[in-house]
C-alpha cells in the first residue's frame, strides 16, 4: 500500500504534464491532433522539464464524450494513429526519462462496444449483466421520459450532463443506466466477471511498459443494491449520495490493487467526485486502497452558484486559501495531494482564478507558483505553461461538448437561462471547451496546429500567446515555468516540507511556509490587481533570505515588510 507520507517516491518529486491529444499537435492534417503529433513536440516537452505525461484516452470511440466512450480498451483509435505510433510515443517519452501515464475509464464504456452490443441483443445474453439493467416503474406524477406503456425511469437518478441517468431500449423493453450521457452505459462492478476482464485489460497495458494510470471518475463504479431513489439534498447531481463512495467501491479497489498494481512502482490517481479529506485517506493513505494519490475537486467548486456548476457564483481568495490549506493539513501525514488549478473538464486557470486582461503574464506566473509549492504532485495542463485563456464563444455552434451543450439545454428547459447572451456568458466562464481549444503553437491562422480547419476554433489571441513567441522571450510564462521546475529539483523543501498557513485572514495575500528539518522556504502571493502589504509574522520578519523566483524585477537579503505589485509573487529560501 502506499507508505507514509513523508517517505520518497517518485511521483511525489514528479510534474505532470497533461496531453488531450485531440488539441495537441495534428501531424496529418486532418484538425485533429494525434499521436505522431505528440512524437513531434517530445523536444518541447523534454525542454519544458516535465516528469510525467498523462495522456487522455487515444483508445477507439464513437467520441460521444471525446474519447471518454471507450469502444475496445486495447487499441488506438485511427484518427489518432496506430498502435506502432503509440509505441513509438512511448519509446520516445522514455528516452527522454519522462513516464507515461494512461487515463482507465471502467464506470462505463460505449454503447458501441462489444460487451453493450452482446448485453442489449437479449435479456438472456451471456453480456446482459455486465451492464445495469432495470424494468421501468409505475409512477404518480409527470413529466421526464416513459417508456412504451407509461413507465418510468428505475429511479430518479440524474446524469451528471443533464437529465435522468436512464434510457429506454427499444429491443428489450428495459432502461441502462448511464450515469454520463446515453452512449456511456455504466458497468456493472458487482459482476465478477466484468471486474476481471478489467484486470486483464489494465495487465495488457502494464506489460506494454506503462507507468500508471489516472481512473476516471473512480469512486462512482460501485452502485448500492436496489437503487435506491437519490434526494433533493444539494448533491452534484440528483442520486450522487448513493452511487459516489458507494458500499463497495474499498471491497473493488483493494481487489483491484492487490490484483494488478501490488509490487509494482507505478503511479495511480483517483478521479473523485464529491469527497472529502477524510474520505481521500481511505484511497491513498497508509491503510487505505492502494492509490498514489487522488484529485479532489473542492476549490473548483467555491465558483459554483445555488444551482450547482452551471450556475455562477463568486469566490473569494480567503476561501480558496482556506479550502486548499484543509486539504493540504488533512494530508500531510497520511496520503499524498494532487495539486491543479485546471484540466480538460475545466476552464482555464488563468480566466478562473487569475487576470486574463490587463495581467494575464503576472497572474498566470503567480497561479504556477501556487500549483509548484504546496506539498502535492503539480499538475500542468496543456498550454497552462503559455497563460492560455478562455475562448471568447460568440455562438452555441462553435461549442462541440455534449456536458455543455446538454446542461445548457437544461438550464434552458428550466428557465434559469433566458436570453442568448446569458448562454454564452455561463459558456464562456464554464464550458470544458475553453480548455479543448488548439494548442497555440505559433501565430498562424491555426496556430501551427493544423493545416487544415481544426476540430475545434482556435483562440483568435494565438498572435499573442503562442509557444513560439513564448520561448523566445526570458520572460514568458513558459520559462518562469522551466524556473519553477527547477526549483522543485534543487529543493527538497518544496516538495516534502511541512505547510504552515500564515495571515488566514488576510482578505489578498497568501501567504505560507514550507519546512523541511533545517530547511525552510516562505511563499508570498498577491492575488489580485491591488497593492497590498505584506508584513511577516515575526518569526520570519528580517530574517536572511534569498529571494528564489518572483515574477518581477526584484531583489532581497531578507524578509522584509514590501509593498506587493498586482499579483506579485515571491518565494524566498530562508538562510538565516
Known amino acids: 500500500m502506499t507508505g507514509p507520507s513523508s517517505e520518497r517516491s517518485w511521483w511525489k518529486e ?3 504534464y497533461q496531453i488531450y491529444p485531440r488539441s495537441f499537435n495534428d501531424s496529418d492534417g486532418d484538425g485533429i491532433g494525434d499521436i505522431p503529433g505528440i512524437v513531434e513536440k517530445l523536444d518541447y516537452l523534454d525542454e519544458l522539464g516535465i516528469d510525467v505525461v498523462w495522456l487522455n484516452p487515444v483508445y477507439e470511440s464513437p467520441n460521444a464524450d471525446n474519447g471518454y466512450d471507450i469502444a475496445d480498451y486495447r487499441s488506438v483509435a485511427a484518427e489518432f494513429g496506430t498502435m506502432d505510433d503509440w509505441e513509438e510515443l512511448l519509446a520516445g517519452l522514455h528516452e527522454r526519462d519522462i513516464k507515461l501515464v494512461m487515463d482507465l475509464v471502467v464506470n462505463h464504456t ?3 462496444h462489444e460487451w453493450f452490443r452482446e448485453s442489449r441483443q437479449s435479456t438472456d445474453s451471456d453480456y446482459r449483466d455486465y451492464y445495469i439493467w432495470r424494468e421501468g416503474r409505475e409512477v404518480d406524477c409527470d413529466g421526464g421520459p416513459r417508456g412504451p406503456d407509461g413507465e418510468a425511469p428505475p429511479n430518479n437518478w440524474e446524469s451528471f450532463f443533464g437529465g435522468p441517468a436512464w434510457s429506454y431500449d427499444e429491443a428489450t423493453g428495459e432502461w441502462y443506466l448511464h450515469i454520463f450521457d446515453e452512449k456511456q452505459p455504466d458497468l456493472n462492478w458487482e459482476n465478477p466477471a466484468v471486474r476481471e476482464e478489467i484486470y486483464e485489460m489494465m495487465e495488457w497495458w502494464l506489460g506494454k511498459g506503462i507507468d500508471g494510470f489516472r481512473m476516471d471518475v473512480i469512486n462512482i463504479i460501485s452502485k448500492p443494491e436496489g437503487l435506491p431513489d437519490g434526494e433533493d439534498d444539494g448533491a452534484v447531481v440528483r442520486g450522487a449520495e448513493q452511487f459516489v463512495n458507494g458500499p463497495r467501491i474499498h471491497e473493488f479497489l483493494r481487489e483491484m490493487y492487490d490484483r494488478v498494481l501490488a509490487g509494482r512502482d507505478v503511479m495511480t490517481v483517483g478521479e473523485m467526485v464529491d469527497l472529502s479529506v477524510e474520505e481521500a485517506r481511505e484511497y491513498v493513505g497508509e491503510d487505505g486502497d492502494g492509490m498514489s494519490m487522488a484529485f479532489n475537486f473542492d476549490h473548483l467548486r467555491l465558483d459554483f452558484g445555488p444551482h450547482g456548476r452551471w450556475d455562477r457564483g463568486e469566490w473569494t481568495v480567503r476561501e480558496l486559501k482556506g479550502t486548499i490549506t484543509h486539504w493540504q493539513r488533512g494530508l500531510a501525514e497520511d496520503g499524498w495531494n494532487s495539486v491543479h488549478l485546471n484540466n480538460h473538464d475545466q476552464p482555464r486557470m488563468v480566466s478562473r ?28 495542463y496543456q498550454g497552462e505553461e503559455l497563460g492560455m485563456t478562455n475562448y471568447p464563444f460568440e455562438s452555441l455552434d462553435e461549442v462541440r461538448d455534449v456536458d455543455t451543450l446538454q446542461n445548457v439545454a437544461t438550464a434552458k428547459l428550466d428557465g434559469r437561462i ?18 479543448r481549444t488548439p494548442m497555440q503553437w505559433s501565430s498562424g491562422e491555426r496556430a501551427g496546429f493544423t493545416d487544415d480547419e481544426p476540430w475545434i476554433p482556435v483562440n483568435p489571441n494565438r498572435g499573442r500567446i503562442n509557444a513560439e513567441r513564448a520561448r523566445a522571450d526570458e520572460d514568458s510564462v513558459w520559462h518562469y515555468y522551466r524556473r519553477l521546475v527547477e526549483l522543485r529539483e534543487e529543493h527538497d523543501v518544496l516538495v516534502y516540507g511541512d505547510y504552515d498557513l500564515l495571515l488566514a485572514e488576510h482578505e489578498e495575500v497568501w501567504a505560507y511556509a514550507r519546512t523541511r528539518g533545517d530547511e525552510r522556504a516562505l511563499v508570498v502571493l498577491n492575488f489580485g490587481d491591488g497593492r497590498p502589504r505584506f508584513d511577516p509574522p515575526a518569526e520570519f520578519d528580517g530574517e536572511d533570505a534569498e529571494l528564489l523566483i518572483c515574477n518581477y524585477e526584484a531583489a532581497a537579503s531578507a524578509v522584509e515588510p514590501v509593498e506587493l505589485r498586482p499579483w506579485e509573487a515571491r518565494v524566498y529560501r530562508l538562510t538565516g
Open 418 to 435: 433566458e436570453t442568448r447572451e446569458e448562454a454564452l456568458d455561463l459558456v464562456r466562464y464554464r464550458s470544458r471547451d475553453n480548455a
Open 110 to 112: 460505449s454503447d458501441e
Open 14 to 16: 514528479s510534474i505532470v
Open 353 to 380: 482564478f487569475g487576470d486574463d486582461g490587463e495581467y494575464r503574464r503576472e497572474s498566470a506566473k503567480l497561479l504556477g507558483t501556487l500549483t509548484h509549492t504546496l506539498r502535492g504532485t503539480p499538475y500542468v
